[in-house]
């Protein structure tokens, strides 16, 4: 693709208007499942190279798969999560070709009979639909070193331990419009498979992966485009810039005169542009057949109905139920985007703790605390129990607002000490008493007599600083309302 001069910015934006984008995205999941699929190698994460292989996993003559039933049960569990149907028979076959981490030559997965077949989710309002969801296996990992060469790499090194490890794939209709839809499907799908405990959802890690398909046509069209496939995106980020940059690419090529080649490109997030890999394959370059080692898979009802009474809470259902509480709808996503802040805003609720209260304080001092820290709540010494103590606190005026702000930050995040103990430590507990207040507030109004004058005059926002001055004296423990009310009569007097 040409660079693009900056008197042609404007341009590529209104050929954007002539042009309607089609995108579908393919999302392989890794299951957390202890074995691999086929064989019972470990799946642990980072441990040294070609140390978790097996004569299955390498192909070796004689050898016989024997399929993980655990890793069905984690597919039926998600495809009902993606409201798709769960066919009571699927196959596995084998699909051809030859990669240097693939030691069979062929990659056992399913085609024609997949395990979930015609779901949707909603995202933001609106449907996606899922064409289906199959199972099979992963390959290993090329490992590119050396100090020159392409990309910076001289020669490849192969690690197996991936190899096996089971996938689920994910195949969407070509429902989105935008890569900022295209990025809102896959982090709802990131959600979906954490909540459900299949997958952990780590891009970085590899255990989540896209593959975009994009094309284009004008709009008003009813026939898509050519499409081509951009494998292995990792990010979030990564997946948006690279169908900007595709969307872009494809435009000019037509504008040009040219034709957009099926092909599968590689995105290179350093260059932020798509190099083409390869013409793109299609169902028959693969020459699948039934895997002849393992039987077609009966799944009865009553094998999904166990399934489906073990489904947890999903993210928009506990967004709704959130909203329902009060929350805004940015708090809600923000809560559930985080699993384990959804889960302990979940127990402050189980434990009677004031939702709103308790949200103001996850999404300020807390949130603030995680970010700046770079921690999750779980790593922190604060508890649910501890959360609660505090909002009745407020709640019964022995502490105000701002105290227990205070304490959260100082005390109770870093030492997990009880909200109470800390008050009774420090001498916190709220000044109440109206005598007590009204003598500061006359100390203080007397102390300032310009003020004074200039609230008179009409400055009647000098209000703050007069309240500020006397939590400044109390040392924040003076009952806010009260503080207010006695300086509005002795001002007004």
Known sequence: MKEIEVDEVYNMEDLREKYEVVIGLEVHAQLKTKSKIFAPDSTEFGNEQNTQISPITLGMPGVLPVLNKECVNMGILLGLALNCEIPSRCKFDRKQYFYPDLP????????????????????????????RAHLEEDAGKLVHVGAAGI?????SLVD???????????VSEPDMRSSEEARNYMEELRNIVRY????????????????????????????????AEIKNVNSFSALQRAIEYEIDRQIEIVEEGGKVVQETRLWDDNLRE?????GKEDAHDYRYFPEPDLMPLEISREWVEEIRAKM???????????????????DASVIVEQMPLALFFDRVLELGGNAKTAVNFIMGEIAAYLKENKLEITDTK????????????????????NIGKQILVEDMITKGEKASAIVERKGLSQIS?????????????????????????????????????????TKGRANPKTVNELIRQELDS
């Not at 007397?446 to 006397?470: C, D, M, R, W």
């Open 151 to 155: 990309n910076g790499a001289t020669y």
């Open 104 to 131: 069979k030559g062929y990659q056992i997965s399913q085609y024609d009979e997949p395990i979930c077949v015609n779901g949707y989710i909603n995202v933001k309002g609106k449907r996606i639909g899922i064409t």
């Open 274 to 278: 798509t190099r083409s890999m390869r």
């Open 160 to 170: 197996l331990n991936r190899a096996g490890t089971p996938l689920l794939e994910i």
């Open 433 to 473: 008493d109206e005598g007590a207040i009204k003598e500061i507030v006359q100390k203080i109004i007397s102390a300032h007599p310009a003020e004074v004058e200039s609230y008179k005059n009409g400055k009647t926002n000098l209000i703050g600083f007069f309240v500020g001055q006397v939590m400044k004296e």
């Open 382 to 401: 604060l508890t649910p129990e501890n959360l609660v103590e505090l909002i009745q606190l407020i709640e019964k005026g022995t502490i105000s607002n």
């Open 196 to 227: 459900l405990g299949v997958c952990d959802g780590n891009l970085e890690e590899g255990s989540m992966r896209c593959d975009a398909n994009i094309s284009i046509m004008p709009k008003g069209s009813k026939e898509f485009g050519t499409r």
């Open 312 to 330: 947890p809470e999903l993210p928009e259902a506990k967004r709704q139920r959130y909203m329902s509480l009060g929350l805004s709808e940015y």
